[in-house]
């Protein structure tokens, strides 16, 4: 075996169980691993080395952890992808959610913006995370009894020609 222990995962592993460490663990990289496997194989005992297997199975951790971080990656942006897309076909949209102040908060979505990884709607000056809408409402500021210029106009041409 070595002079560093049979695995530096499985010390970050017991390592893990206090608060602290764990933050420290999420900042190691494939590069932290590499450096601490070359440190065992530099540092273990000439007359008991380590074995094939053992290099092997600490490959393999490495692998797995790295697939893991890609595999997260990939899925944080995509369900960043997916809350921007749903709030940006909210802008122009009438919605009620709880504000970042805690208050709920009415009214049209004047636009949106990516903040600390979230999407973020801006109704005026205050702002509703994505998650925190609790209704989105139809947008009443037009009447549609009403006919709009060009339908009025229309009607009006109609008139005029003998139709009407």
Do not use: H
Request: overall charge negative; aromatic content about 2%; hydrophobic content about 35%.
């Amino acid at each position: 075996m070595s002079a560093i222990g049979n695995n530096p995962l499985d010390a970050l592993g017991n390592a893990a169980t206090g608060a602290v460490a764990s933050d420290r663990l999420n900042d190691l990289t494939m590069t932290d691993f590499i450096k601490m496997m070359v440190a065992e194989l530099e540092n273990q005992d000439p007359m008991n080395p380590m074995s094939n297997t053992e290099m092997l199975t600490q490959i393999n951790q490495m692998r797995s952890i790295t697939s893991s971080d890609k595999l997260s990656s990939t899925i944080e942006a995509l369900s960043l992808g997916q809350s921007l897309s749903t709030a940006s076909s909210l802008i122009g949209q009438k919605v009620t959610g709880v504000a970042s102040n805690g208050e709920t908060v009415s009214g049209k979505v004047d636009k949106v913006k990516i903040e600390n990884g979230e999407a973020v709607l801006y109704i005026g000056d205050a702002t509703i995370k994505v998650g925190n809408i609790t209704a989105i409402n139809e947008d009443t500021s037009a009447n549609p009894a009403e006919p709009t210029e060009g339908e009025d106009d229309a009607a009006d041409n109609a008139t005029d020609n003998g139709a009407g």
